[in-house]
């Protein structure tokens, strides 16, 4: 028997994207072995013609991980942008678009950002979100069904969450939601990872765009500045982000991981010359192997348990990254 194994950096998404209290040794690893791409979304634009109705905008960045926006295609390189990505976006918009003078609009529009990914795998993106749809947008050649009954070829997908809000005196009103994916068949290089953010950012806004506030359809709902706080600080209210001590055991689902509740307390570790690493129950005097678990706690460090080899968790924000294999192929002689 071999073992076909693909190495790659990935991410473990629970609500989002999480992460806890983590050591400084292997913080320092993750950097080392994954380093930033840093890209420029913001470009100065001197003759914008299309127009918003809106006298400022806002963006707040709300998403789990907040230091980078992706991986690069088939390498392990994230992707971030120069600046925090509230403050690339805001200028990408700014300087994109005409703004409405303070006195006449009234209003600012803010976007609460819940998630930004890019991805250059369409298969990995229907495995990862299978409940959203792609919205074909600045496709070249291929279409997004096609994609999705299984091409090869890389695209560049971008999913994006967001609420966007318009903002005056203070008071919040829901305007309308965002949650969607974008895939984009340019060519996975640089500049086209910058057009596909550009773009999504532009269609994200088609319903303000050379319109005047009497065409917006703006809830009449109120929100505060503490109501948004408590929503944002809701989203991280989860035992193993908020814990000082990981509790030793197995935690055999997701749901038990993010509560920091391993229903199995007792196991152990066992190597054979022949197989690697394998877990096992201990009760009553006996043992036997558990190959079906999420992941497990030895009281300091957590491991992720990915096709049956265990992988340590690095800590980026409120993320847990592994590197280790994605994915791995038996093939039996015969």
């Known amino acids: 028997m071999t073992l076909l194994q693909k190495l ?36 100065p634009n001197n003759n914008p013609k299309s127009s918003l109705p809106f006298g400022n905008i806002t ?69 990862d979100s299978k409940n959203l749809q792609p919205q074909q947008v600045g496709v070249s050649g291929g279409s997004a069904s096609e994609a999705a009954d299984g091409e090869s070829q890389l695209h560049t997908t971008i999913i994006i969450k967001a609420k966007i809000l318009a903002k005056q005196n203070n008071i919040y ?28 950012f532009d269609n994200i806004l088609t319903k ?15 929100l505060t500045e503490d109501d948004l706080n408590a929503y944002i600080n809701s989203n991280t209210s989860v035992p193993i982000l908020n814990t000082a001590q990981y509790k030793k055991g197995v935690f055999k689902t997701l749901e038990e991981f993010r509560n920091n509740e391993p229903s199995i307390t007792s196991f152990e570790l066992k190597k ?4 690697p690493e394998r877990l096992f129950v201990t009760e009553q005097g006996s043992s036997y192997p558990l190959d079906v678990f999420f992941a497990y706690s030895d009281g300091n460090n957590l491991f992720l348990n990915k096709a049956n080899r265990y992988f340590s968790l690095f800590r980026e924000n409120n993320t847990f990254f592994f590197i ?3 994915t791995v192929v038996e093939k039996k002689r015969t």
Not at 80 to 88: G, I, K, R, S
Not at 272 to 275: H, L, R, V
């Open 59 to 127: 963006v707040i960045d709300a998403r789990f991980d907040t230091s980078g926006v992706g991986y690069w295609a088939d390498s392990l390189r994230r992707i971030a942008f120069n600046t925090p990505a509230a403050n690339e976006i805001e200028k990408y918009i700014k300087g994109s678009f005409i703004l409405a003078p303070k006195t006449d609009s009234g209003y600012s529009l803010v976007i609460l950002l819940e998630k930004l990914w890019l991805s250059a795998s369409y298969e990995t993106l229907i495995k």
């Open 324 to 326: 280790g294999y994605n």
């Open 272 to 275: 054979s010359k022949k197989e």
């Open 8 to 43: 790659r950096l990935a991410s473990i998404f629970t609500f989002s994207i999480i992460y806890a209290t983590g050591q400084n040794r292997e913080n320092s690893a993750l950097k080392t072995y994954v380093p930033f791409a840093k890209i420029n979304l913001f470009e």
């Open 173 to 200: 009103h829901p305007y309308y939601q965002v949650d969607t994916v974008y895939l984009y068949s340019q060519d996975v290089d640089k500049q086209g990872l910058i057009d596909a953010f550009k773009s999504t």
């Open 208 to 222: 303000s765009v050379n319109k005047s506030v009497a065409d917006l359809r703006i809830s009449k709902k109120t």
